[in-house]
């Protein structure tokens, strides 16, 4: 068992944000002990799962219904996996807007690297928008692609 404290710290969270979850109900089965909260091996493996849902974009009505439905048994295993096959699609479109991102960026800092070099932006210049070398033509192309379309 662990207290409020060791959770808070352990996983960099205010202890403010824990009584929250308590209070919203996420830690159904929570064990109190003096009126102390008791943090077990499952109220931490749910908030693992909590914080991973809360980083994919997740608001906490909609944990809460998912905690809810762990708690009514076997029978919501379907909705439990459409919730997570809905979030991993949300992240992986997430993290390829965020790949084409980070490609205009790095295409940027080999473009100022590069005009800092010359002295001008001239010679860059003149191999827009499709003489650059390979490496950096797929970093402008990649960047330059809508962010966001897939």
Not at 1 to 26: C, H, V
């Amino acid at each position: 068992m662990f207290t409020i404290g060791q959770i808070a710290e352990q996983f960099g969270i205010p202890i403010s944000t824990l009584r929250y979850y308590d209070k919203e109900g996420l830690f159904p089965d929570m064990q109190r002990q003096s009126g102390i909260r008791q943090f077990s091996d499952k109220e931490v493996e749910a908030l693992h799962v909590i914080e991973c849902l809360k980083a994919s974009g997740m608001e906490i009505r909609e944990i809460k219904q998912f905690m809810q439905w762990c708690t009514e048994g076997s029978k919501t295993y379907p909705q439990r996996k459409a919730l997570f096959e809905a979030r991993k699609e949300a992240v992986e479109k997430e993290i390829r807007s965020l790949e084409k991102t980070l490609s205009l960026l790095q295409f940027k800092c080999w473009y100022y690297e590069t005009a800092i070099k010359d002295g001008n932006e001239e010679g860059i210049q003149s191999m827009l928008p499709d003489k650059l070398p390979p490496k950096i033509q797929k970093l402008y192309d990649d960047g330059r692609s809508v962010i966001g379309k897939e």
